[in-house]
């Protein structure tokens, strides 16, 4: 049976050890844990080794999620239906938003379902550092698995409301209402793809920074709640007009959205120079975060 050993490089205490016992700890020893040289060094090879960690955390997340709960995983239903509800209550029947004649209910839970995947996403990951500390003081993996293993559990999450909402598509098609399937629902993963790296990456950016800054993760839980009312997950972009309208598509989950609900209904804004530009908005605050975790990880133990 093969083992590995783990050490701690550090070169005072290298050399005096080869000196005492003759051993060269390289040598001798699988792996050698050191501080990254490099900001951009991810260690993606390492993070594929601990692939079985990264699932445990998973189903931790999973467990913990649901424990001591008196509907338990029914909440899964529960959640999306509720809220669609209340939004097709207060928002298209009292208010009288308009829907771009896409049958209200479904018009409501295709955003909610986009929205809420990505504020988990990024909700789960803003105080990553600070809720996982006890762990990661104890014991050395790659640090990056749980961040990662927060967005598998929200994949997840997301794959059984997509399917919940097929199913009430369906039920809705059979009472006559017009749902326009398109070819653009193959591009239904990347959208989902860019959504998990755009909330992973301001996740890890504010996670980074209230290791120093405490009410960083307080001020970002409200501006949260805000950033769902300015994008279209209550209303459509097209009821929008002029200048209101490029703002409101600027919006890095905006043309995401609407591109959902055009590969859905038909109906919706997709315009191409914007969905670029959200890609490209997401590439480089999923760098940003990236770099700063990589940064901070190596010694917030001592700061937090």
């Given at each position: ?197 755009l909330g992973l990456g301001i996740g890890m950016i504010i996670s980074s920074l209230t290791v120093k800054y405490k009410d960083l993760g307080v001020i970002a839980g409200f501006g949260m709640k805000i950033w769902m009312y300015v994008s279209p997950v209550i209303y459509p ?68």
């Amino acid at each position: 049976m093969s083992y590995q050993y783990y050490v701690l490089k550090d070169s005072y205490f290298q050399n005096l050890y080869i000196f005492v016992t003759g051993i060269d700890m390289e040598k001798e020893w699988k792996i050698v844990i050191k501080n990254k040289s490099s900001l951009f060094r991810f260690n993606l090879k390492e993070i594929w080794k601990y692939r079985d960690l990264c699932f445990t955390f998973v189903k931790k997340n999973y467990t913990t999620m649901y424990k001591q709960t008196i509907l338990g995983p029914l909440y899964m239903i529960l959640a999306p239906l509720l809220t669609s509800g209340v939004f097709t209550l207060i928002f298209g029947s009292i208010a009288g938003i308009s829907t771009d004649g896409t049958p209200q209910f479904l018009f409501y839970m295709a955003g909610n379902m986009m929205w809420s995947f990505f504020a988990g996403c990024m909700g789960d990951n803003m105080n990553i550092l600070g809720n996982n500390a006890y762990i990661m003081g104890k014991v050395y993996f790659p640090r990056l698995i749980i961040p990662i293993s927060s967005i598998i559990t929200k994949i997840f999450k997301f794959i059984f409301e997509l399917f919940m909402f097929f199913i009430f598509c369906f039920v809705f098609i059979a009472r006559g209402s017009e749902v326009n399937f398109n070819i653009m629902l193959l591009a239904l993963p990347l959208f989902m793809i860019q959504l998990a790296l755009l909330g992973l990456g301001i996740g890890m950016i504010i996670s980074s920074l209230t290791v120093k800054y405490k009410d960083l993760g307080v001020i970002a839980g409200f501006g949260m709640k805000i950033w769902m009312y300015v994008s279209p997950v209550i209303y459509p972009v097209s009821g929008l007009e002029g200048g209101l309208k490029v703002l409101a598509m600027c919006n890095p989950v905006a043309p995401v959205i609407e591109a959902t609900r055009y590969a859905f209904f038909g109906h919706g804004m997709l315009l191409t120079p914007y969905l670029i530009l959200s890609v490209t908005v997401t590439i480089i605050i999923f760098m940003t975060g990236l770099i700063l975790f990589n940064k901070v990880e190596k010694d917030f133990i001592d700061t937090i």
